[in-house]
């Protein structure tokens, strides 16, 4: 269940109305966050329309009223140009957001190394993802990189099959073998890393699979064509 969600679903069952007028956004702050105390508020600003303020939970957008009685959940839509300002401003935090390579369990990664691996990139990925399978087709014509393969098992199944990719006694092998020829690892036994690469992906906001995170933090969900990769690496190369 997606994060707006659960929050739409949590406010459903309070009723709650302060009396209290907030003069300044440190005080309504303090007043939402404490009615989500498992989550972290991001950001709180006025927002651009009907008196309201913008508040971001990790990738999430909702809105609350000066004294903080109402939250309001949905899409803010320009009545002018049917655009979504609230996906728009959704789309910008994703974009904005970093994630450095340092702070990944890359000790964790099936490493691959291409040509000289001097470019970084990092992908969580499920080895039932029908996407995933896709990019790793589209990593073959790039050179002269290091991938680390963070193993994300979030699919039905796909547990016990990262179990034996991670204790194959090649996991190289193993992974090119499944994702590109659909050929199933051998059954093994051995401790993984499973449950801190999972937890890793949850820290990090990884809400689909795959996603790859470049050598300057930047992200992108989803599959994407080798030349974007290609795009992507050079700009993060740059960015040093």
Same mark, same amino acid.
């Given at each position: 269940?997606?994060?707006?969600?659960?929050? =739409?679903?949590?406010?459903?069952?309070?009723? *709650? =109305?302060?009396?209290?007028?907030? #003069?300044? +956004?440190?005080?309504?702050?303090?007043?939402?966050?404490?009615? %989500?105390?498992?989550?972290?508020? &991001? /950001?709180?600003?006025?927002?651009? =329309?009907?008196?309201?303020?913008?508040? !971001?939970?990790? &990738?999430?957008? *909702?809105?609350?009223?000066?004294?903080? $009685?109402? *939250?309001?959940?949905?899409?803010?839509?320009?009545?002018?140009?049917? !655009?979504?300002?609230?996906?728009?401003?959704?789309?910008?935090?994703?974009?904005?957001?970093?994630?450095?390579? &340092?702070?990944?369990?890359? @000790?964790?990664?099936?490493?691959?190394?291409?040509?000289?691996?001097?470019?970084?990139?990092?992908?969580?990925?499920?080895?039932?993802?029908?996407?995933?399978?896709?990019?790793?087709?589209?990593?073959?014509?790039?050179?002269?990189?290091?991938? %680390?393969?963070?193993?994300?098992?979030?699919?039905?199944?796909?547990? +016990?099959?990262?179990?034996?990719?991670?204790? #194959?006694?090649? @996991?190289?092998?193993?992974?090119?073998?499944?994702?590109?020829?659909?050929?199933?690892?051998?059954?093994? +036994?051995? $401790?993984?890393?499973?449950? #801190?690469?999972?937890?890793?992906?949850? $820290?990090?906001?990884?809400?689909?699979?795959?996603?790859?995170?470049?050598? &300057?933090?930047?992200? !992108?969900?989803?599959?994407?064509?080798?030349?974007?990769? $290609?795009?992507?690496?050079? /700009?993060?190369? @740059?960015?040093?």
């Amino acid at each position: 269940m997606a994060l707006h969600i659960k929050l =739409f679903m949590s406010m459903l069952a309070l009723s *709650f =109305f302060v009396n209290n007028v907030y #003069a300044d +956004e440190a005080s309504i702050r303090n007043a939402v966050q404490a009615q %989500f105390p498992e989550h972290k508020i &991001d /950001s709180l600003k006025k927002a651009p =329309f009907l008196g309201l303020y913008e508040v !971001v939970l990790g &990738d999430d957008v *909702f809105y609350v009223d000066e004294k903080a $009685e109402f *939250f309001f959940f949905g899409h803010v839509v320009d009545a002018k140009t049917r !655009v979504s300002l609230t996906n728009e401003r959704v789309q910008e935090i994703k974009n904005s957001r970093r994630v450095p390579l &340092d702070t990944l369990p890359l @000790q964790y990664a099936i490493k691959t190394v291409k040509g000289d691996g001097s470019r970084k990139l990092a992908v969580y990925t499920d080895p039932n993802c029908p996407y995933c399978k896709k990019l790793e087709k589209e990593l073959l014509s790039i050179d002269n990189i290091t991938i %680390f393969t963070l193993l994300y098992p979030v699919l039905n199944g796909s547990l +016990e099959l990262s179990k034996k990719i991670w204790c #194959a006694d090649n @996991q190289i092998k193993a992974w090119d073998d499944f994702m590109l020829r659909n050929v199933a690892p051998t059954s093994k +036994e051995c $401790e993984t890393p499973l449950d #801190a690469l999972v937890k890793s992906g949850r $820290e990090n906001k990884v809400s689909g699979t795959p996603t790859l995170i470049f050598a &300057d933090g930047s992200i !992108v969900g989803g599959l994407i064509p080798a030349a974007a990769i $290609e795009e992507k690496l050079q /700009s993060a190369a @740059q960015a040093k």
